[in-house]
């Protein structure tokens, strides 16, 4: 699978601090990094697995 046209972003609301990044412009996979270690592993999620990912997240709301 051909990962070179992953276009990364971080929540604009993480503002300066150390964040997840995530590529999700990809038709077969979603990929999430360690901002802080760009080189080091990265999550290969399906599309499904994402979304029901962020909907799960969404329901528990932010950390505290």
Known sequence: MDLSG???RKATRS?????VE???NL???VLVRDSK?????TLHLT???WRSFIALAKQIG???
């Open 15 to 19: 503002g300066n601090t150390d964040c």
């Open 6 to 8: 992953a276009t990364w």
């Open 47 to 49: 599309p499904s697995s």
């Open 62 to 64: 932010p950390a505290t």
């Open 27 to 29: 038709t077969e996979v």
């Open 22 to 24: 995530v590529a999700d």
């Open 37 to 41: 270690d760009r080189d080091g592993a």
